[in-house]
Nanobody, 121 residues
Framework: QVQVLESGGGLVQAGGSLRLSCAAS????????MGWYRQAPGKQRELVAA???????NYADSVKGRFTISRDNAQNTMYLQMNSLKPEDTAVYYC???????????????WGRGTQVTVSS
């Protein structure tokens, strides 16, 4: 089994900062890309930021310059440092990992259950 667990969400005032963490554990052979997605009420889930196994990153235009994604491959952990938060960043943030459970496996998507981020104006 594989578990993906997010943490670090909460309530913050506009202009504040939060740091999200995502830890993948269990029967994991290798992890490829990891990413943060978010879903606000009444909206579709959208990609916030992603990072490859070698550290290449990409960001949604709306968070460029404010959010920083990073990962610790040895710990199967990913982070999202969120600065200068805005009310429009309010959403449930989900961690996505693309991983193999064995050498012969195809890459599969695993999702966490999400962590709520609320930014007050």
């Amino acid at each position: 089994q594989v578990q993906v667990l997010e943490s670090g969400g909460g309530l913050v005032q506009a202009g504040g900062s939060l740091r999200l963490s995502c830890a993948a554990s269990g029967n994991i052979f290798s992890i490829s890309a990891m990413g943060w997605y978010r879903q606000a009420p009444g909206k579709q889930r959208e990609l916030v930021a992603a990072i490859t196994s070698v550290g290449s990153t990409n960001y949604a235009d709306s968070v460029k310059g404010r959010f920083t994604i990073s990962r610790d491959n040895a710990q199967n952990t990913m982070y999202l440092q969120m600065n200068s938060l805005k009310p429009e960043d309010t959403a449930v943030y989900y961690c996505n990992t693309k991983l193999k459970r064995a050498w012969s496996d195809y890459l599969s998507d695993y999702w966490g259950r999400g962590t709520q981020v609320t930014v007050s104006s």
